[in-house]
């Protein structure tokens, strides 16, 4: 197994716990190595730090697995990483659909596991965890005896590491249209062809937190995708919703699901690009008293952090003013590169230009069976807020 020593004078994240090292955290190397091998890494002075996968293609050129020096990575750790988490999941209260492993935050950098009741459907985003696709299947298996497992691994950030995007079945191929349940509600979720894995988990818990507000409401959810928000207003009592999303699919799935939940005749949805439609309702007068908002991420780099906080800022604008005096702004932000302040910065400027002033209802992050590690800050990515417009 090769070796690789740390340089001398980096900061103490990697020996803190942060399982990514970065090529310029890197010093010398021995030995031979391939792409995806497990190596052994050592700080500075030779005392032993971690094991894990190397990628000489990505930046983040080796991402630890264990920090137990004769542990083995085969089979037998990726089931018990797998049944650890399992176990985590059903403790904190998530047993029928949770995020089963979400990456770092459960010691397996770049694996993602949603289980859906019976399904699983995963995401290997690293070439190192790729090579262990086969034990990570067998662990699911031996677990769960599954009714399928699918693979989403049409991302584009396994260009980088190398990898083909694909997608397919990991199991005896299986019916990929499948009908989850959450809050007593029904979702149609395809597996095959809905974005990411196919439904958001990570917004179940905030799903729940618009309770009380939906009531007898007019409700608009822009940026709504499969109606998942729409449903549960429907759900709390809202009178009439109306959901927008720009995908046509998303919008047929929506309706599809207000059908299932019996909300035909308070629930409709329309395929526009929020962005238009919001500014035009704006200038039309239209006003509802619940309007949420939960966009893409506008941004993947750094560097487009501004465009990101530009686009928040307008269509929470347009939220705002588009929400009755004393109705409620539901808004979330899913990209960790705008962090939880620089989120309600955002809120606060679009507050400012509305002239409206915020009463905070709520605020929160992604449900817990998307763990936040507290020195892991990608961890950390969804943010979550309601809030009465005055
Ligand atoms: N709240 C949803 C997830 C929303 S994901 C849930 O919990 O299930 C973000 C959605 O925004 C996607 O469905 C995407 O199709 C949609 N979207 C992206 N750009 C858009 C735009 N300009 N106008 C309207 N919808 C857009």
Redesign the pocket.
């Known amino acids: 197994m090769a070796k690789f020593f740390l340089r001398k004078k980096i900061g103490d994240r990697v020996i803190n716990g942060h399982p990514w090292i970065f090529a310029n955290e890197l010093g010398e190397s021995e030995g031979a190595y391939e792409p995806g091998d497990i190596v052994e890494v050592f700080s500075a002075n030779g005392s032993f730090v971690g094991k894990g996968y190397v990628n000489p293609a990505s930046q983040i050129r080796i991402r630890l697995l264990t920090r137990v020096q004769d542990e083995a990575i085969d089979d037998q750790f990726f089931y018990n990483r797998i049944n650890e988490a399992w176990k985590y999941r059903q403790q904190i209260g998530y047993v029928e659909n949770c995020r089963l492993i979400f990456g770092e935050a459960d010691g397996m950098p770049a694996l993602i596991i949603d289980k859906f009741n019976d399904y699983f459907v995963l995401q290997t985003l690293a070439l190192g965890i790729d090579k262990y696709k086969g034990a990570i299947v067998a662990a699911i298996n031996k677990i769960f005896s599954p009714k399928g497992i699918y693979e989403r691994n049409d991302v584009p950030v396994r260009t980088v590491e190398g990898m083909p995007q694909i997608k397919g079945f990991l199991s005896e191929p299986f019916d990929t249209q499948i009908i989850l349940k959450e809050n007593g509600l029904k979702f149609h979720v395809d597996i095959e062809t809905g974005?990411k894995t196919g439904?958001?988990l990570?917004?179940q818990d905030?799903?729940r937190a618009i309770q009380h507000i939906c009531h007898g409401a007019d409700v608009l959810?822009?940026?709504?995708?499969?109606?998942?928000?729409s449903m549960h207003a429907a759900h709390y009592g809202a009178k009439k919703v109306l959901g927008?999303?720009?995908?046509e699919n998303?919008v047929a799935t929506a309706r599809r699901n207000a059908e299932l939940n019996g909300f035909m005749d308070r629930c409709s949805f329309e395929a526009?690009?929020?962005?238009?439609v919001l500014k035009l309702w704006v200038k039309e007068g239209r006003r509802y008293d619940v309007v949420?908002l939960?966009?893409?991420a506008f941004t993947k780099s750094r560097e487009n952090i501004q465009k990101a906080i530009t686009g928040y800022k307008e269509i929470n604008l347009r939220g705002m003013r588009l929400t009755k005096p004393g109705g409620f702004l539901v808004t979330?932000s899913?990209t960790n590169l705008v962090d939880p302040q620089m989120f309600l910065d955002t809120i606060d400027m679009a507050a400012k230009d509305a002239k409206r002033v915020l009463r905070q209802v709520v605020w929160q992050t992604q449900s817990s069976d998307h763990p936040i590690i507290r020195n892991i800050p990608t961890t950390q990515y969804l943010k979550f807020l309601i809030v009465q417009v005055l």
Do not use: H, K, L, W
């Open positions: 974005q439904y958001f990570d917004q905030n799903r959810e822009a940026f709504c995708y499969t109606g998942t928000f927008i999303d720009i995908s998303a526009v690009n929020a962005f238009d949420m939960d966009p893409p979330a899913c």
